[in-house]
């Protein structure tokens, strides 16, 4: 249960030790879900092998086999596409710590643990596109964060991030209430 933003609390109803201020799952877009994929494919397949008799049919038989190689590369395509979605980036901020955990599509984990007190958002902007790259940096190190969203949805995160900022360096607020 959250109290707030600044106190969470277990199921026992004791603070937690460290209270997360702000979390996120950062996750790459994927407009084709498993339904789509399989009506696109039917699709494609439907006019590959159509594509495919009227070309027997009128004498051209090895057209046949590049029409399967289409439906392949296209199915194969996909499902790269799809492997690559299993990427994610987590990051956590904490009264002590702003962790990023970020898992490609292989499951190799990479892990970033800074002081939030010293960290600062760092933004690359484009006049006509909005921003293109966002940074953490903390003590001359700086990592690369969120790359797979677009602008707008860079431009929500980095501002959901700095207010979780904030509220690491305004520090555990004390309610007697």
């Given at each position: 249960m959250t109290l707030g933003n600044?106190?969470?609390?277990q199921e026992t109803g004791t603070a937690?030790?460290?209270?997360?201020?702000?979390?996120?799952?950062?996750?790459?877009?994927r407009?084709?879900?498993r339904t789509g994929f399989?009506?696109?494919?039917?699709?494609?397949?439907?006019?590959?092998f159509i594509g495919g008799v009227a070309s027997v049919m009128m004498g051209a038989w090895p057209v046949l086999g590049f029409f399967g190689l289409d439906a392949l590369a296209i199915y194969w395509a996909f499902?790269?596409?799809?492997?690559?979605?299993?990427?994610?980036e987590d990051v956590t901020i904490t009264l002590t710590e702003l962790r990023l955990r970020r898992v490609s599509h292989k499951g190799h984990v990479m892990e970033w643990?800074?002081?939030?007190?010293?960290?600062?958002?760092?933004?690359?902007?484009?006049?006509e596109f909005g921003i293109e790259?966002?940074?953490?940096?903390?003590?001359?190190?700086?990592?690369?964060?969120?790359?797979?969203?677009?602008?707008?949805?860079k431009a929500s995160f980095a501002k959901a991030?700095?207010?979780g900022l904030q509220a690491a360096k305004r520090g555990p607020v004390l309610n007697p209430l």
């Open positions: 600044a106190f969470a609390y937690a030790a460290d209270p997360e201020l702000f979390s996120a799952r950062l996750t790459p877009h407009s084709l879900g399989l009506v696109l494919m039917a699709v494609v397949c439907a006019i590959s499902r790269v596409n799809f492997r690559r979605a299993r990427a994610y643990r800074f002081n939030p007190l010293w960290v600062r958002l760092d933004q690359e902007i484009h006049e790259r966002l940074y953490l940096v903390a003590r001359g190190q700086r990592v690369a964060i969120a790359s797979f969203l677009g602008p707008e949805e991030l700095t207010a």
